[in-house]
Protein backbone atom coordinates (compact mmCIF):
# COMPACT_ATOMS: atom_id res chain seq x y z
CA UNK A 1 0.00 0.00 0.00
CA UNK A 2 1.26 3.08 -1.12
CA UNK A 3 2.09 6.04 1.82
CA UNK A 4 -0.28 8.48 1.06
CA UNK A 5 1.16 12.58 1.27
CA UNK A 6 -0.83 14.64 3.96
CA UNK A 7 -3.13 17.41 2.30
CA UNK A 8 -2.08 21.08 2.04
CA UNK A 9 -4.22 21.99 5.03
CA UNK A 10 -2.70 19.75 7.23
CA UNK A 11 1.07 20.75 6.01
CA UNK A 12 -0.02 24.14 6.65
CA UNK A 13 -1.09 23.17 9.84
CA UNK A 14 1.55 21.93 11.18
CA UNK A 15 3.36 24.88 10.19
CA UNK A 16 0.46 27.07 12.46
CA UNK A 17 0.97 25.06 15.15
CA UNK A 18 5.02 26.08 15.37
CA UNK A 19 4.43 29.61 14.41
CA UNK A 20 1.19 29.94 16.96
CA UNK A 21 2.99 28.40 19.71
CA UNK A 22 6.02 30.61 18.98
CA UNK A 23 3.99 33.88 18.74
CA UNK A 24 1.95 32.45 21.73
CA UNK A 25 5.45 32.31 24.05
CA UNK A 26 6.78 35.46 22.61
CA UNK A 27 4.21 37.92 23.07
CA UNK A 28 3.45 36.93 26.46
CA UNK A 29 6.69 37.42 27.20
CA UNK A 30 8.54 40.37 29.26
CA UNK A 31 10.45 41.57 26.11
CA UNK A 32 7.60 41.74 24.12
CA UNK A 33 5.68 44.19 26.38
CA UNK A 34 8.59 46.18 26.35
CA UNK A 35 8.85 46.01 22.52
CA UNK A 36 5.47 47.48 22.40
CA UNK A 37 5.93 50.47 25.12
CA UNK A 38 9.42 51.13 22.71
CA UNK A 39 7.28 51.45 20.64
CA UNK A 40 4.65 53.42 21.61
CA UNK A 41 7.09 55.48 23.15
CA UNK A 42 8.77 56.01 19.63
CA UNK A 43 5.21 57.40 17.91
CA UNK A 44 4.81 59.92 20.75
CA UNK A 45 8.13 61.26 20.33
CA UNK A 46 7.79 61.43 16.57
CA UNK A 47 4.15 63.23 17.03
CA UNK A 48 6.35 67.11 17.13
CA UNK A 49 8.32 66.07 14.13
CA UNK A 50 5.23 64.85 11.72
CA UNK A 51 2.88 67.59 13.43
CA UNK A 52 0.94 65.08 15.44
CA UNK A 53 -0.30 64.81 11.73
CA UNK A 54 -3.81 62.59 10.47
CA UNK A 55 -0.96 60.48 8.95
CA UNK A 56 0.95 60.33 12.60
CA UNK A 57 -2.09 59.20 13.89
CA UNK A 58 -3.09 56.59 11.26
CA UNK A 59 0.25 54.89 11.24
CA UNK A 60 -0.17 53.82 14.90
CA UNK A 61 -4.57 53.36 14.18
CA UNK A 62 -3.55 50.62 11.54
CA UNK A 63 -0.80 49.35 13.54
CA UNK A 64 -2.88 48.48 16.27
CA UNK A 65 -5.49 47.28 14.47
CA UNK A 66 -3.68 44.79 12.43
CA UNK A 67 -2.24 43.39 15.58
CA UNK A 68 -4.98 43.42 17.38
CA UNK A 69 -7.25 41.13 14.24
CA UNK A 70 -4.41 38.80 14.21
CA UNK A 71 -4.21 38.38 18.11
CA UNK A 72 -7.40 37.03 18.54
CA UNK A 73 -7.23 34.26 16.12
CA UNK A 74 -4.04 33.56 17.81
CA UNK A 75 -5.31 33.61 21.60
CA UNK A 76 -8.42 31.75 20.08
CA UNK A 77 -6.07 29.27 18.91
CA UNK A 78 -4.72 29.10 21.98
CA UNK A 79 -7.39 28.60 24.19
CA UNK A 80 -9.07 26.10 21.90
CA UNK A 81 -6.37 23.80 22.31
CA UNK A 82 -5.92 24.40 26.11
CA UNK A 83 -9.52 23.43 26.28
CA UNK A 84 -8.94 20.57 24.80
CA UNK A 85 -6.21 19.45 26.55
CA UNK A 86 -7.70 20.18 30.03
CA UNK A 87 -11.19 18.19 28.87
CA UNK A 88 -8.80 15.39 27.73
CA UNK A 89 -7.43 15.31 31.00
CA UNK A 90 -10.83 15.00 32.86
CA UNK A 91 -11.56 12.56 31.03
CA UNK A 92 -9.00 10.53 31.91
CA UNK A 93 -9.39 11.05 35.70
CA UNK A 94 -13.34 9.97 35.27
CA UNK A 95 -12.32 6.79 33.13
CA UNK A 96 -9.46 6.17 35.72
CA UNK A 97 -11.70 6.50 38.50
CA UNK A 98 -14.33 3.95 40.39
CA UNK A 99 -17.43 5.12 40.42
CA UNK A 100 -17.04 8.00 37.78
CA UNK A 101 -20.49 8.32 35.73
CA UNK A 102 -18.31 7.68 32.30
CA UNK A 103 -21.48 9.59 30.94
CA UNK A 104 -19.33 12.82 31.63
CA UNK A 105 -16.92 11.38 29.10
CA UNK A 106 -17.03 13.97 26.01
CA UNK A 107 -19.31 15.98 27.85
CA UNK A 108 -17.99 19.09 26.25
CA UNK A 109 -19.37 18.21 22.94
CA UNK A 110 -22.95 18.07 24.23
CA UNK A 111 -25.13 20.41 23.28
CA UNK A 112 -26.19 23.65 25.14
CA UNK A 113 -29.91 22.08 25.96
CA UNK A 114 -28.20 18.97 27.43
CA UNK A 115 -25.67 20.60 29.26
CA UNK A 116 -28.10 22.44 30.99
CA UNK A 117 -30.01 19.00 31.54
CA UNK A 118 -26.56 18.15 33.83
CA UNK A 119 -26.22 21.24 35.53
CA UNK A 120 -29.75 20.75 36.94
CA UNK A 121 -29.03 17.16 37.61
CA UNK A 122 -25.85 18.48 39.63
CA UNK A 123 -27.80 20.89 41.24
CA UNK A 124 -30.18 18.76 42.58
CA UNK A 125 -27.16 16.19 43.56
CA UNK A 126 -25.90 19.59 45.34
CA UNK A 127 -29.13 20.22 47.43
CA UNK A 128 -28.96 16.54 48.64
CA UNK A 129 -25.54 17.04 49.87
CA UNK A 130 -26.19 19.74 51.80
CA UNK A 131 -28.83 17.78 53.95
CA UNK A 132 -25.94 15.67 54.67
CA UNK A 133 -24.11 16.09 57.87
CA UNK A 134 -21.21 13.94 56.82
CA UNK A 135 -19.01 14.31 53.42
CA UNK A 136 -19.97 11.32 51.16
CA UNK A 137 -19.32 10.37 47.61
CA UNK A 138 -22.23 9.61 44.98
CA UNK A 139 -22.19 9.95 41.21
CA UNK A 140 -25.39 10.04 40.47
CA UNK A 141 -29.19 11.57 41.46
CA UNK A 142 -30.47 7.97 41.86
CA UNK A 143 -27.68 7.11 44.13
CA UNK A 144 -27.60 10.46 46.34
CA UNK A 145 -31.80 10.06 46.96
CA UNK A 146 -31.70 6.81 47.93
CA UNK A 147 -28.70 7.29 50.13
CA UNK A 148 -30.50 10.58 51.36
CA UNK A 149 -33.92 9.06 52.19
CA UNK A 150 -32.18 5.65 53.82
CA UNK A 151 -30.74 8.29 56.03
CA UNK A 152 -34.02 9.81 56.96
CA UNK A 153 -36.03 7.02 57.74
CA UNK A 154 -38.02 7.28 54.41
CA UNK A 155 -36.86 4.61 52.48
CA UNK A 156 -37.03 0.99 53.97
CA UNK A 157 -34.77 -1.76 52.26
CA UNK A 158 -36.73 -5.17 51.81
CA UNK A 159 -34.82 -7.69 53.51
CA UNK A 160 -35.17 -10.89 52.30
CA UNK A 161 -37.08 -13.33 54.44
CA UNK A 162 -34.64 -16.12 55.67
CA UNK A 163 -34.59 -19.72 54.72
CA UNK A 164 -35.97 -21.61 57.83
Do not use: C
Not at 105 to 131: M, N, T
Request: net charge positive.
Amino acid sequence: MKKQRPGVFAWFGSIMEGFSHAAMVWTGSTPAFLSAVVLLVVWVLTGPLFHYSDTWQLVINTFTTIVTFLMVFLIQRAQNKDSRAVALKLNEIIAALDGASNRMIGVERLPEAQLDVLDKHFRQIIKLAERESTVGQSHSIEEATRRSEAKSGKHRRATPAKAG
